[in-house]
């Protein structure tokens, strides 16, 4: 008998026998009805461990098709590392006592399934355990949904951590780079010292080019966001890349709508490197050879889509870099984002491409996509949230990427301003305030906002005030900038930073150099600022 039927008895005295049995089957039918469509898996097993009922969902769950209600014991129903899960449970509810648990499923198409399940026993009259109601939910989504957040948390965490070190050992090369920069010039042309400090000179440079990628990763490498054109970006770095590909390994690039400009906000040069970086994993991935294809499209996330990106909804720019390679397993793509993770042999990877890119690319508030199977070939998704054509158009002079001041326009270069130098680091301070005057420029220094605040307003003759951004007190870099906008229209300001705790970057309008920087560096672009 079926044990979600009513037990009714027909009344015989009431109704004839027909009708009653054509009203029971009506009833049979619409309470199946209501069974088969309910989202959630139901069955009925007895005490021999076979299966009485089971509806729609829970034949469709294991694949069985209807016959699983017909009598068969559980044993042929579950696949064998599920039954190995359950059984247990099992064996308690029939000795009456309620369960519930979780288990994995793998299904045929390779998925991943995940249902929880509450076990419900059914007592006789005398107290005895007639056999067991099952009832499960699809629990897949919800799993997924953890992973990702648990995921995003992981991530978040080791960025938090690498970012403080990284922020760090910036100031202390920024230091030792500007002493022996320092230096050099005060010796031109002495082979001896040469010979100690070329070396030592070229170590921290290499030291600095790591953390400005750990910095990257942590979301804390001061960004130029300008409205980038995307497919000339994509362009670009085929170029590039046309170069440093194997002939076994075939480039192709396609922009969804030739003519259509794809716009968003970013920073072009940071993009071109993440490109870049997609592109060797993905000729890393290809030994013998295969394809490799760089998509850019623009497309509307709706708000699932957007949740597994971790980006908001709305349009946004995608690139697709796709390969034909090895393909990850699923324990690499856990770990793939994570920096130092790299399964190269030692020098031939740091482990920090994709590290990079996803730092880069949720610092410009888009997310990173990532598809691959063994064997199968990887697909990276980037997503960067898309601007109107005409911002490339609006963005000021200097700003947009491809514009280039107007010689009619443009000021005369002044000479050498008087430098308002802000920083709480007084071993920096001192190092940037002898490469100003190296460059001609008077300088004075002020060791947070608020004191630079104050000279500010009491000496008209500062033209370019240069800044830390993170500084203690209630000032800092950039509420400094915005009341020096306000106070003194025209005055040039540049950014000095290697560190931020906030999105830095984004917003700014204000040129930003990253700490440590050469002397040449300083120069060009104080240069780019006074122009
Ligand atoms: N397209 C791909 N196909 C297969 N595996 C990949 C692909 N991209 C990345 N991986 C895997 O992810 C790991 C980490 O990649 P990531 O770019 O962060 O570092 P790396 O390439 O090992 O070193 P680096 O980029 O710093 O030189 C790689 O070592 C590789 O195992
Ligand atoms: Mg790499």
Request: aromatic share 4%; glycine share 8%.
């Amino acid at each position: 008998m079926d044990p979600l039927l009513p037990h009714s008895e027909p009344d015989p005295e009431s109704a004839p026998r027909e009708a009653l049995l054509a009203e029971l089957r009506l009833s049979e039918a619409r309470l199946r009805l209501i069974f088969d469509n309910v989202p959630a898996l139901i069955g009925y097993f007895d005490q021999n461990h076979v299966y009485q009922y089971a509806n729609k969902g829970y034949t469709d769950w294991f694949g069985r098709g209807r016959d699983i209600a017909a009598g068969r014991p559980i044993i042929d129903v579950l696949p064998p590392k599920v039954y190995a899960v359950v059984i247990p449970h099992v064996v308690q509810a029939l000795k009456g006592s309620r369960q519930r648990y979780e288990y994995e499923m793998e299904r045929e198409d390779g998925r991943i399934v995940n249902a929880r399940t509450e076990l419900v026993p059914e007592f006789g009259p005398d107290g005895e355990v007639l056999g067991c109601f099952v009832l499960s939910v699809d629990v897949s989504e919800v799993k997924q949904a953890q992973v990702a957040v648990a995921q995003a948390q992981k991530m978040e965490a080791v960025g938090q951590l690498t970012g403080g070190i990284a922020h760090d050992l910036n100031n202390m090369l920024a230091v030792m780079i500007g002493n022996l920069a320092a230096l050099r010039d005060r010796h031109p042309g002495d082979p001896e010292l040469a010979e100690f400090l070329t070396p030592a000179l070229k170590a921290a440079h290499s030291g600095a080019d790591l953390i400005r990628r750990l910095l990257t990763f942590a979301r804390q490498q001061p960004l130029a966001p300008r409205a980038v054109d995307v497919g000339e970006v994509v362009a670009d770095a085929a170029q590039l890349l046309v170069r440093s590909l194997p002939d076994s390994v075939r480039l192709l690039t396609s922009l969804a709508a030739p003519r259509q400009r794809l716009i968003a906000r970013t920073d072009a040069h940071q993009l071109e490197s993440a490109i870049l970086n997609l592109a060797i994993n993905a000729r890393d991935a290809m030994p013998e050879g295969g394809e490799l294809r760089i998509e850019t499209d623009e497309c509307l996330l709706d708000t699932a889509e957007a949740a597994e990106a971790e980006v908001l909804p709305g349009r946004h720019v995608r690139i697709r870099v796709t390969d034909t390679g090895i393909g990850m397993d699923e324990a690499t793509q856990a770990r793939v984002f994570e920096p130092f993770f790299t399964t190269k042999r030692f020098g031939q990877g740091s482990g920090l491409g994709l590290s990079m890119v996803y730092g880069f690319v949720h610092q410009c508030g888009g997310g990173v996509l990532l598809h691959s199977r063994p064997g199968a070939g990887t697909q990276v998704t980037l997503l960067l949230p898309a601007l109107d054509e005409s911002a490339i158009v609006r963005a000021p002079v200097g700003q947009s990427l491809r514009a280039t001041p107007d010689p009619e326009t443009a000021p005369a270069r002044p000479g050498r301003p008087l430098v308002l130098l802000v920083d709480d680091q007084a071993e920096l301070r001192r190092i940037v305030r002898r490469q100003l005057v190296a460059l001609g420029h008077p300088v004075i220094e002020a060791g947070d906002g608020d004191e630079a605040r104050e000279i500010l307003d009491a000496v008209p003759d500062i033209g370019l005030l240069i800044t830390d951004i993170v500084m203690p007190g209630r000032t800092d870099g950039r509420a400094l900038c915005r009341h020096a906008a306000r106070a003194r229209p025209g005055l040039r300001m540049l950014l000095i930073s290697g560190y931020s705790d906030e999105q830095p970057g984004l917003q700014d309008p204000w040129p930003l150099l990253r700490k440590p920087f050469t002397p040449e560096e300083l120069e060009s672009v104080i240069e780019e600022t006074l122009r």
